[in-house]
């Protein structure tokens, strides 16, 4: 337990910060003059413009950064929000996923001169407008997204998801959902699975949205009875619960496919939980970008949605928008990429 600072526990007053006419006034000189010779610019001596610096420097003047980059016309400051499960307040910096879409994403930014701002996503949507944003990535949006919304009316532009195609001032990378949903399904059929079940969450998602409705499209080609559980929180418990639902159906799966990222062998744990083997009983594909899941016993097949390509794409695209000023939307398609291991094979089948 910390003790209370003297004085009745009031913490001291905030020291004013030292404004352009304090140091004017200390200096002697005009405001115009102390800018100047700030700035750099006007016609002025060299006594007058280090005497101004100095006494600046004195009274830890500081010019406002916001203002000076606002008068250059930018600010070299990229949006960044994540909009997965954004009613419920989570850090989408646990999802190996989106750990290195936004690791990419700024490493990109930056390799651009640009700086990138992680903005507070499930609170008021007016608390970045004060931010001078000269762009916005927006991850994973919702359906009709309001802050996709906000950026475009205050002419922002913004990256996201395919949504975006043909919005003018808006940009967007992403995957073929029918090419990388239908080339799991096919392997988990072709290693003879015949009831797939899909674990997804309740979510607006694009990514969520499309998988689904390829599947169910996939099965009814086929023949086959879509198996569904819906998470409705991120996490590893909400999938875990999910995959333990469709294993205790009667109806169970022999073959799953996880859309919902979790962790790797906590997978395996809860479907052995259920006394199944993997592969023999079940077949098991995640959409996962952890290593941990080459290194499980058996190690687990994944469809990874490569965050790192995705948001190097991105940011060229919103870069290139940006410093040529014109507001066409473009867009790319960044393929998926299906590492198969022995989750997926059983004995005898190397495809």
């Not at 905030?14 to 304090?22: A, E, F, G, I």
Request: hydrophobic share 40%; charged share 25%; with cysteine.
């Amino acid at each position: 337990m910390s003790t209370p600072p003297h004085g009745g526990g009031k913490r001291p007053a905030p020291v004013p910060r030292v404004r352009l006419v304090d140091v004017a006034r200390e200096a002697g000189l005009s405001k115009t003059t102390v800018s100047a010779a700030l700035n750099g610019t006007g016609r002025l001596s060299d006594a007058v413009r280090l005497h101004a610096q100095e006494t600046a420097r004195r009274l830890g003047y500081r010019p406002n950064a916001t203002a000076r980059l606002l008068r250059a016309g930018h600010a070299r400051l990229i949006g960044y929000a994540v909009r997965e499960y954004v009613e419920t307040p989570w850090s989408y910096m646990e999802s190996p996923y989106f750990a290195q879409l936004t690791s990419a994403t700024a490493q990109a930014a930056l390799a651009h001169g640009y700086a990138l701002v992680l903005l507070p996503t499930h609170t008021a949507r007016d608390e970045w407008a004060d931010l001078p944003l000269d762009a916005a990535v927006v991850a994973d949006p919702l359906a009709e997204d309001p802050l996709v919304e906000d950026f475009l009316a205050a002419r922002i532009p913004v990256l996201s998801d395919r949504r975006m195609e043909g919005t003018a001032g808006a940009h967007w990378v992403d995957i073929d959902h029918e090419a990388a949903v239908r080339g799991v399904l096919d392997h988990l059929a072709a290693g003879g699975g015949r009831r797939i079940g899909v674990v997804a969450a309740h979510s607006t998602s694009l990514f969520y949205e499309q998988a689904l409705t390829v599947y169910h499209a996939w099965c009814a080609e086929r023949g086959f009875t879509p198996l569904v559980e819906r998470t409705r929180r991120p996490g590893n418990q909400a999938t875990r619960a999910a995959i333990d639902d469709m294993l205790a159906r009667p109806d169970r799966p022999d073959a799953l496919f996880v859309l919902t990222e979790a962790s790797p062998p906590l997978i395996l744990e809860t479907v052995r939980a259920r006394g199944l083997n993997v592969p023999q009983d079940l077949l098991i594909v995640c959409v996962s970008d952890d290593p941990t899941a080459a290194q499980t016993d058996p190690p687990i097949t994944t469809l990874s949605l490569r965050p790192t390509e995705i948001a190097a794409a991105g940011v060229e695209l919103l870069i290139k928008a940006l410093e040529s000023g014109d507001p066409t939307p473009t867009g790319r398609v960044v393929p998926t990429r299906l590492e198969i291991r022995d989750t997926s094979r059983r004995s005898g089948d190397h495809g």
